[in-house]
Protein backbone atom coordinates (compact mmCIF):
# COMPACT_ATOMS: atom_id res chain seq x y z
CA UNK A 1 0.00 0.00 0.00
CA UNK A 2 1.52 3.28 -1.20
CA UNK A 3 0.37 5.69 1.50
CA UNK A 4 -0.58 9.70 -0.14
CA UNK A 5 1.66 12.28 0.36
CA UNK A 6 -0.78 14.83 1.56
CA UNK A 7 -0.26 18.79 0.73
CA UNK A 8 1.41 21.24 3.23
CA UNK A 9 -1.50 22.28 5.74
CA UNK A 10 -3.71 19.31 5.13
CA UNK A 11 -3.14 18.29 9.12
CA UNK A 12 -3.83 21.10 10.58
CA UNK A 13 -6.78 21.80 9.22
CA UNK A 14 -8.02 18.03 9.86
CA UNK A 15 -7.21 18.53 13.19
CA UNK A 16 -9.15 21.65 13.78
CA UNK A 17 -11.94 20.17 11.77
CA UNK A 18 -15.04 20.70 13.48
CA UNK A 19 -15.71 16.27 13.77
CA UNK A 20 -11.89 16.02 15.17
CA UNK A 21 -12.24 12.90 17.21
CA UNK A 22 -15.75 11.67 15.88
CA UNK A 23 -16.02 8.37 13.91
CA UNK A 24 -16.16 9.73 10.98
CA UNK A 25 -12.93 11.43 11.42
CA UNK A 26 -10.94 8.53 12.48
CA UNK A 27 -12.76 6.52 9.44
CA UNK A 28 -10.90 8.92 7.48
CA UNK A 29 -7.45 8.55 9.27
CA UNK A 30 -7.47 5.02 9.12
CA UNK A 31 -8.24 4.86 5.45
CA UNK A 32 -5.22 7.38 5.03
CA UNK A 33 -2.88 5.03 7.29
CA UNK A 34 -0.63 7.08 9.89
CA UNK A 35 1.79 7.86 10.00
CA UNK A 36 0.51 10.83 7.83
CA UNK A 37 2.74 12.33 5.24
CA UNK A 38 2.68 15.93 4.53
CA UNK A 39 4.85 17.45 2.02
CA UNK A 40 7.44 20.09 3.55
CA UNK A 41 9.86 22.20 2.07
CA UNK A 42 13.22 21.17 -0.39
CA UNK A 43 11.33 17.93 -0.46
CA UNK A 44 11.17 16.75 3.14
CA UNK A 45 8.32 14.99 4.66
CA UNK A 46 6.46 16.00 7.76
CA UNK A 47 5.50 12.87 9.49
CA UNK A 48 1.82 13.18 11.82
CA UNK A 49 1.16 10.41 14.29
CA UNK A 50 -1.95 9.99 15.67
CA UNK A 51 -3.15 7.34 18.80
CA UNK A 52 -6.88 7.65 19.68
CA UNK A 53 -7.18 7.03 23.07
CA UNK A 54 -9.38 3.76 24.04
CA UNK A 55 -11.09 5.60 27.58
CA UNK A 56 -12.03 8.42 25.83
CA UNK A 57 -10.76 12.52 26.63
CA UNK A 58 -8.87 13.59 29.67
CA UNK A 59 -12.07 13.43 31.67
CA UNK A 60 -12.62 10.00 31.56
CA UNK A 61 -8.77 8.13 30.60
CA UNK A 62 -5.79 7.40 32.49
CA UNK A 63 -3.05 7.72 30.22
CA UNK A 64 -0.69 10.56 31.19
CA UNK A 65 1.79 10.54 28.14
CA UNK A 66 1.86 8.33 24.98
CA UNK A 67 5.75 8.57 24.24
CA UNK A 68 6.95 7.51 20.50
CA UNK A 69 10.31 5.78 20.28
CA UNK A 70 12.12 5.90 16.92
CA UNK A 71 15.65 5.30 16.66
CA UNK A 72 17.76 8.44 15.38
CA UNK A 73 14.40 10.86 15.47
CA UNK A 74 13.60 10.67 19.21
CA UNK A 75 15.99 11.43 22.24
CA UNK A 76 15.12 8.60 24.04
CA UNK A 77 17.96 9.51 26.42
CA UNK A 78 15.92 12.52 27.81
CA UNK A 79 14.31 12.83 31.43
CA UNK A 80 11.07 13.80 29.81
CA UNK A 81 11.60 11.74 26.14
CA UNK A 82 8.86 13.02 23.25
CA UNK A 83 5.12 12.29 24.07
CA UNK A 84 2.17 12.94 21.79
CA UNK A 85 -0.22 15.53 22.76
CA UNK A 86 -3.76 15.29 23.20
CA UNK A 87 -6.32 17.44 21.70
CA UNK A 88 -8.32 18.94 24.98
CA UNK A 89 -11.80 17.57 24.87
CA UNK A 90 -11.39 14.65 22.58
CA UNK A 91 -9.96 10.93 22.27
CA UNK A 92 -7.04 11.96 20.22
CA UNK A 93 -3.47 11.98 21.07
CA UNK A 94 -0.84 13.98 17.94
CA UNK A 95 2.68 14.49 17.33
CA UNK A 96 4.88 15.46 14.52
CA UNK A 97 8.21 15.67 13.24
CA UNK A 98 9.85 17.01 9.62
CA UNK A 99 12.18 14.45 8.10
CA UNK A 100 14.09 13.59 4.88
CA UNK A 101 12.19 12.06 2.23
CA UNK A 102 14.15 9.05 1.78
CA UNK A 103 14.02 8.16 5.06
CA UNK A 104 12.55 4.57 6.52
CA UNK A 105 12.68 3.38 10.04
CA UNK A 106 10.26 1.66 12.71
CA UNK A 107 8.98 2.87 15.72
CA UNK A 108 6.51 2.49 18.40
CA UNK A 109 3.61 3.88 20.49
CA UNK A 110 4.07 3.48 24.36
CA UNK A 111 1.56 4.78 26.41
CA UNK A 112 1.60 5.03 30.22
CA UNK A 113 -0.35 6.28 32.96
CA UNK A 114 2.34 7.63 34.89
CA UNK A 115 4.62 10.93 34.95
CA UNK A 116 8.20 10.37 34.33
CA UNK A 117 9.96 9.96 38.07
CA UNK A 118 12.03 12.55 39.52
CA UNK A 119 15.96 11.32 38.96
CA UNK A 120 18.49 12.40 41.51
CA UNK A 121 22.30 12.46 42.16
CA UNK A 122 25.04 13.22 39.77
CA UNK A 123 24.69 13.04 36.03
CA UNK A 124 26.15 9.23 35.75
CA UNK A 125 23.52 8.14 38.31
CA UNK A 126 20.62 9.80 36.86
CA UNK A 127 21.51 8.57 33.34
CA UNK A 128 21.26 5.60 34.77
CA UNK A 129 18.18 5.87 36.68
CA UNK A 130 16.82 7.22 33.41
CA UNK A 131 18.13 4.30 31.18
CA UNK A 132 16.33 1.69 33.78
CA UNK A 133 12.99 3.67 34.08
CA UNK A 134 12.95 3.86 30.20
CA UNK A 135 13.86 -0.03 29.62
CA UNK A 136 11.08 -0.91 31.92
CA UNK A 137 8.84 1.20 30.06
CA UNK A 138 8.80 -1.31 26.97
CA UNK A 139 6.31 -3.74 27.77
CA UNK A 140 3.83 -1.21 27.77
CA UNK A 141 5.12 -0.80 23.53
CA UNK A 142 2.75 -1.11 21.03
CA UNK A 143 2.48 -1.32 17.53
CA UNK A 144 0.64 2.11 15.42
CA UNK A 145 -2.89 0.24 15.26
CA UNK A 146 -3.29 3.08 12.20
CA UNK A 147 -0.17 2.16 10.54
CA UNK A 148 -1.48 -0.02 7.37
CA UNK A 149 1.80 -1.65 7.25
CA UNK A 150 2.37 -4.97 9.09
CA UNK A 151 4.21 -4.66 12.63
CA UNK A 152 7.45 -6.53 13.15
CA UNK A 153 9.70 -7.67 16.39
CA UNK A 154 12.31 -6.18 17.49
CA UNK A 155 15.42 -8.19 18.91
CA UNK A 156 13.88 -7.93 21.95
CA UNK A 157 10.66 -9.54 20.98
CA UNK A 158 8.62 -6.26 21.05
CA UNK A 159 6.00 -5.02 18.12
CA UNK A 160 6.72 -1.80 15.97
CA UNK A 161 5.68 -0.55 12.63
CA UNK A 162 7.53 0.71 9.35
CA UNK A 163 7.38 4.31 8.39
CA UNK A 164 8.51 3.97 4.52
CA UNK A 165 9.18 7.89 3.44
CA UNK A 166 8.07 8.27 -0.43
CA UNK A 167 11.38 8.48 -1.86
CA UNK A 168 12.43 5.74 0.82
CA UNK A 169 14.36 2.57 -1.79
CA UNK A 170 12.88 -0.25 0.24
CA UNK A 171 14.15 -4.09 -0.95
CA UNK A 172 10.71 -5.54 -2.84
CA UNK A 173 10.66 -8.45 -1.35
CA UNK A 174 10.29 -6.95 1.83
CA UNK A 175 7.77 -4.41 0.60
CA UNK A 176 5.41 -7.10 -0.53
CA UNK A 177 5.31 -8.74 2.83
CA UNK A 178 4.82 -5.06 4.54
CA UNK A 179 1.57 -5.23 2.38
CA UNK A 180 0.08 -8.37 3.63
CA UNK A 181 1.26 -10.22 0.46
CA UNK A 182 1.92 -14.08 1.05
CA UNK A 183 5.92 -14.65 0.42
CA UNK A 184 7.05 -18.61 -0.13
CA UNK A 185 6.55 -21.07 2.37
CA UNK A 186 10.37 -22.59 3.01
CA UNK A 187 11.06 -25.99 5.16
CA UNK A 188 12.01 -25.02 8.88
CA UNK A 189 15.41 -24.71 9.98
CA UNK A 190 17.64 -27.50 11.63
CA UNK A 191 18.05 -26.35 15.49
CA UNK A 192 21.63 -27.82 16.46
CA UNK A 193 23.19 -27.32 19.74
CA UNK A 194 26.12 -26.17 19.72
CA UNK A 195 28.37 -27.00 22.77
CA UNK A 196 32.15 -25.49 22.65
CA UNK A 197 34.71 -26.85 24.70
CA UNK A 198 36.81 -23.89 23.41
CA UNK A 199 34.27 -20.95 25.06
CA UNK A 200 32.68 -23.19 27.42
CA UNK A 201 29.39 -22.69 26.66
CA UNK A 202 26.56 -23.91 24.79
CA UNK A 203 24.05 -22.34 22.56
CA UNK A 204 21.64 -22.66 19.97
CA UNK A 205 22.13 -22.19 16.02
CA UNK A 206 19.96 -22.63 13.53
CA UNK A 207 20.88 -24.60 10.04
CA UNK A 208 18.78 -23.62 7.12
CA UNK A 209 19.06 -24.69 3.16
CA UNK A 210 17.67 -22.22 0.50
CA UNK A 211 16.76 -23.49 -3.11
CA UNK A 212 18.10 -26.62 -4.63
CA UNK A 213 20.99 -27.14 -6.02
CA UNK A 214 22.79 -29.73 -7.98
CA UNK A 215 26.25 -29.78 -6.57
CA UNK A 216 25.27 -28.85 -2.42
CA UNK A 217 28.96 -29.68 -2.01
CA UNK A 218 29.63 -26.25 -3.98
CA UNK A 219 26.90 -24.11 -2.08
CA UNK A 220 27.91 -20.74 -0.09
CA UNK A 221 27.57 -20.96 3.79
CA UNK A 222 26.14 -17.63 5.16
CA UNK A 223 26.92 -17.02 8.62
CA UNK A 224 24.44 -14.50 10.34
CA UNK A 225 25.42 -13.27 13.80
CA UNK A 226 23.08 -12.68 16.36
CA UNK A 227 20.93 -15.15 14.81
CA UNK A 228 18.24 -14.98 17.32
CA UNK A 229 16.64 -11.69 16.26
CA UNK A 230 16.45 -13.60 12.16
CA UNK A 231 14.92 -16.45 13.25
CA UNK A 232 12.36 -15.28 15.89
CA UNK A 233 11.84 -11.64 14.79
CA UNK A 234 11.47 -11.20 11.28
CA UNK A 235 10.13 -14.24 8.38
CA UNK A 236 13.94 -14.29 7.28
CA UNK A 237 13.52 -17.59 5.89
CA UNK A 238 10.43 -16.60 3.51
CA UNK A 239 12.30 -13.65 2.25
CA UNK A 240 15.59 -15.69 1.24
CA UNK A 241 13.48 -18.52 -0.25
CA UNK A 242 11.37 -16.04 -2.67
CA UNK A 243 14.62 -14.33 -3.26
CA UNK A 244 16.37 -17.77 -4.21
CA UNK A 245 13.33 -18.66 -6.39
CA UNK A 246 13.62 -15.51 -7.88
CA UNK A 247 17.59 -16.06 -9.14
CA UNK A 248 18.54 -13.06 -6.84
CA UNK A 249 20.59 -15.27 -4.50
CA UNK A 250 22.26 -19.21 -5.07
CA UNK A 251 20.80 -21.64 -3.29
CA UNK A 252 23.07 -21.35 0.10
CA UNK A 253 23.60 -23.15 3.81
CA UNK A 254 23.11 -20.60 6.21
CA UNK A 255 23.77 -20.49 9.50
CA UNK A 256 22.03 -18.12 12.25
CA UNK A 257 24.09 -18.71 15.70
CA UNK A 258 23.10 -17.45 18.59
CA UNK A 259 24.40 -14.54 21.05
CA UNK A 260 23.02 -16.88 24.31
CA UNK A 261 22.67 -13.23 26.21
CA UNK A 262 23.83 -9.88 26.40
CA UNK A 263 26.86 -10.45 28.62
CA UNK A 264 28.15 -13.27 25.99
CA UNK A 265 27.42 -10.89 23.64
CA UNK A 266 29.41 -8.10 24.89
CA UNK A 267 32.19 -10.52 25.20
CA UNK A 268 32.64 -12.66 22.57
CA UNK A 269 31.57 -10.27 19.39
CA UNK A 270 33.90 -6.97 19.21
CA UNK A 271 36.74 -8.43 17.94
CA UNK A 272 37.39 -11.74 19.92
CA UNK A 273 39.65 -14.45 18.44
CA UNK A 274 39.35 -17.33 20.56
CA UNK A 275 34.63 -17.24 19.67
CA UNK A 276 36.31 -17.55 15.83
CA UNK A 277 38.43 -20.16 16.30
CA UNK A 278 35.66 -22.09 18.16
CA UNK A 279 33.38 -21.22 14.93
CA UNK A 280 35.69 -22.62 12.70
CA UNK A 281 37.00 -25.82 14.37
CA UNK A 282 33.51 -26.28 16.14
CA UNK A 283 30.86 -25.48 14.81
CA UNK A 284 31.35 -25.36 10.80
CA UNK A 285 32.47 -28.69 11.31
CA UNK A 286 29.35 -29.67 13.30
CA UNK A 287 26.65 -27.70 10.48
CA UNK A 288 28.64 -29.82 7.70
CA UNK A 289 27.58 -33.19 9.55
CA UNK A 290 24.56 -31.91 9.02
CA UNK A 291 24.73 -30.75 5.36
CA UNK A 292 27.22 -30.20 2.39
CA UNK A 293 28.28 -27.03 1.69
CA UNK A 294 31.88 -25.33 0.43
CA UNK A 295 34.92 -25.40 2.29
CA UNK A 296 36.44 -22.90 0.10
CA UNK A 297 36.64 -19.00 1.90
CA UNK A 298 35.27 -17.22 -1.27
CA UNK A 299 32.34 -19.02 -1.08
CA UNK A 300 31.73 -18.41 3.19
CA UNK A 301 30.13 -15.04 3.91
CA UNK A 302 29.79 -13.64 7.80
CA UNK A 303 27.27 -11.04 7.78
CA UNK A 304 26.20 -8.87 11.66
CA UNK A 305 24.95 -6.09 12.34
CA UNK A 306 25.82 -3.26 15.27
CA UNK A 307 28.55 -5.36 17.20
CA UNK A 308 28.17 -8.57 14.91
CA UNK A 309 29.29 -5.92 11.94
CA UNK A 310 31.94 -5.22 13.57
CA UNK A 311 32.96 -8.90 14.12
CA UNK A 312 31.85 -9.49 10.52
CA UNK A 313 34.97 -7.52 9.57
CA UNK A 314 37.04 -8.96 12.16
CA UNK A 315 36.47 -12.29 11.23
CA UNK A 316 37.23 -11.80 7.38
CA UNK A 317 40.25 -9.67 8.35
CA UNK A 318 41.86 -11.85 10.75
CA UNK A 319 40.46 -15.24 9.44
CA UNK A 320 40.73 -14.64 5.11
CA UNK A 321 41.20 -18.32 5.05
CA UNK A 322 38.01 -19.05 5.66
CA UNK A 323 35.52 -16.06 5.68
CA UNK A 324 36.35 -14.36 2.20
CA UNK A 325 33.19 -12.55 1.87
CA UNK A 326 31.67 -9.66 4.38
CA UNK A 327 28.31 -8.10 4.74
CA UNK A 328 28.77 -5.26 7.98
CA UNK A 329 26.11 -3.23 8.77
CA UNK A 330 26.12 -0.50 11.28
CA UNK A 331 29.27 -1.78 12.63
CA UNK A 332 30.71 -0.86 16.16
CA UNK A 333 34.04 0.46 14.80
CA UNK A 334 34.29 2.71 17.58
CA UNK A 335 35.25 -0.57 19.58
CA UNK A 336 36.77 -0.47 22.67
CA UNK A 337 37.01 3.49 23.19
CA UNK A 338 33.99 3.96 25.08
CA UNK A 339 34.53 7.68 25.08
CA UNK A 340 33.75 7.78 21.69
CA UNK A 341 30.48 7.37 22.31
CA UNK A 342 29.74 9.05 25.50
CA UNK A 343 31.98 12.33 24.32
CA UNK A 344 30.93 12.39 20.81
CA UNK A 345 31.33 16.06 19.98
CA UNK A 346 35.13 16.01 21.05
CA UNK A 347 35.41 12.54 18.47
CA UNK A 348 38.71 13.91 17.37
CA UNK A 349 40.91 14.00 20.45
CA UNK A 350 39.98 10.13 21.08
CA UNK A 351 42.05 7.28 19.63
CA UNK A 352 40.04 5.40 16.30
CA UNK A 353 38.75 2.15 17.16
CA UNK A 354 40.99 -1.33 16.78
CA UNK A 355 39.99 -2.42 13.62
CA UNK A 356 41.00 1.20 11.97
CA UNK A 357 44.66 1.37 13.60
CA UNK A 358 45.24 -2.38 12.64
CA UNK A 359 44.41 -1.45 8.89
CA UNK A 360 46.34 2.14 9.39
CA UNK A 361 49.00 0.27 11.11
CA UNK A 362 49.39 -2.46 8.07
CA UNK A 363 48.97 -5.02 10.77
CA UNK A 364 46.29 -6.95 8.58
CA UNK A 365 46.88 -9.51 5.67
CA UNK A 366 46.73 -7.38 1.78
CA UNK A 367 43.33 -7.54 0.92
CA UNK A 368 41.24 -9.93 -0.77
CA UNK A 369 37.85 -10.15 0.88
CA UNK A 370 34.36 -8.91 -0.63
CA UNK A 371 32.81 -6.27 1.46
CA UNK A 372 29.57 -4.73 1.24
CA UNK A 373 29.16 -2.31 4.39
CA UNK A 374 26.40 0.07 5.26
CA UNK A 375 25.47 2.48 8.05
CA UNK A 376 22.66 4.79 8.75
CA UNK A 377 23.21 8.83 8.51
CA UNK A 378 20.94 9.37 12.03
CA UNK A 379 23.48 6.78 13.67
CA UNK A 380 25.33 9.85 14.02
CA UNK A 381 28.98 8.37 15.64
CA UNK A 382 27.90 4.76 14.03
CA UNK A 383 27.64 6.50 10.46
CA UNK A 384 31.13 8.94 11.72
CA UNK A 385 33.52 5.92 11.93
CA UNK A 386 31.93 3.87 9.45
CA UNK A 387 32.84 6.56 7.13
CA UNK A 388 36.60 6.30 8.28
CA UNK A 389 37.02 3.43 8.00
CA UNK A 390 35.79 2.62 4.26
CA UNK A 391 38.46 4.26 2.44
CA UNK A 392 41.77 2.12 5.13
CA UNK A 393 39.62 -0.88 3.80
CA UNK A 394 39.91 0.24 -0.15
CA UNK A 395 43.63 1.34 0.66
CA UNK A 396 44.13 -2.03 1.98
CA UNK A 397 43.09 -3.69 -1.45
CA UNK A 398 39.85 -5.06 -0.61
CA UNK A 399 36.44 -5.06 -3.11
CA UNK A 400 34.08 -2.79 -1.04
CA UNK A 401 30.56 -1.48 -2.00
CA UNK A 402 30.12 1.36 0.92
CA UNK A 403 26.61 2.90 1.18
CA UNK A 404 25.16 5.40 3.43
CA UNK A 405 20.80 4.91 4.30
CA UNK A 406 18.95 7.37 5.75
CA UNK A 407 17.25 5.81 8.85
CA UNK A 408 19.17 5.01 12.11
CA UNK A 409 20.39 1.94 14.09
CA UNK A 410 17.19 0.00 13.52
CA UNK A 411 16.33 -3.85 12.61
CA UNK A 412 14.26 -2.37 9.56
CA UNK A 413 16.85 -1.33 7.79
CA UNK A 414 19.27 -4.34 8.28
CA UNK A 415 16.74 -6.28 7.00
CA UNK A 416 16.90 -4.65 3.15
CA UNK A 417 20.55 -4.34 3.66
CA UNK A 418 20.70 -8.46 4.57
CA UNK A 419 19.09 -8.69 1.28
CA UNK A 420 20.76 -6.38 -0.74
CA UNK A 421 24.01 -7.01 0.64
CA UNK A 422 23.78 -10.72 -0.03
CA UNK A 423 22.55 -9.79 -3.39
CA UNK A 424 25.79 -7.85 -4.32
CA UNK A 425 28.27 -10.11 -2.69
CA UNK A 426 26.75 -13.53 -3.82
CA UNK A 427 26.19 -11.84 -7.46
CA UNK A 428 28.74 -13.74 -9.25
CA UNK A 429 27.62 -17.48 -7.92
CA UNK A 430 23.99 -17.07 -8.76
CA UNK A 431 24.15 -20.30 -10.98
CA UNK A 432 20.97 -18.85 -13.27
CA UNK A 433 20.15 -15.46 -12.63
CA UNK A 434 19.97 -12.64 -15.37
CA UNK A 435 22.25 -9.68 -14.66
CA UNK A 436 20.81 -7.91 -12.05
CA UNK A 437 19.27 -4.52 -12.76
CA UNK A 438 21.14 -1.23 -10.93
CA UNK A 439 18.33 -0.36 -8.89
CA UNK A 440 18.72 -3.82 -6.70
CA UNK A 441 21.68 -2.12 -4.47
CA UNK A 442 20.02 1.50 -4.24
CA UNK A 443 22.51 4.02 -5.76
CA UNK A 444 21.01 6.85 -4.38
CA UNK A 445 22.50 5.43 -1.02
CA UNK A 446 25.60 4.43 -2.55
CA UNK A 447 28.76 5.78 -1.94
CA UNK A 448 31.73 3.64 -3.37
CA UNK A 449 35.23 4.33 -2.94
Known amino acids: MLQQTLPAGSVERWLTAKDVGKASWWRKIED ?22 PEGDERFSSTQRVYIEIGG ?18 DVWHWSV ?54 FLNSRRFSRSAAQMPNAPVCDVWQRWDRGEALAE ?13 LKNQRRVWLWASGASRQPEQRPLILVLDGQNWVQGQPVFAALESETAA ?32 VTEELIPLAAQQQPFSSL ?21 HFPQ ?98 EGCRWLLADLVPFSPSLPSGDVHDRTTESF
Open 297 to 317: AERTLVAGQSYGGLAALYAGL
Open 98 to 151: EIENDWRGSYCLIPVSELPPDFSGDAEAQRLQQRAWWISLMPLAIADPLNPLRP
Open 247 to 278: GRLPPACWLFIDVIDGRHREAELPCNPLFWQA
Open 322 to 419: RFGRVLTQSGSFWWPNLNFIHDFAGREQHQPGLLQRLLAQGELPAGKLRIFQEAGRRERNIAFVNQQLAPALQAAGHQLHFRLFSGGHDGLCWRDGLI
Open 73 to 90: VVNHHSPDPESLQRLPGT
Open 186 to 198: PAPPQLLAWHSTL
Open 32 to 53: TGTPLMEQAEDRRIVMHFLWRD
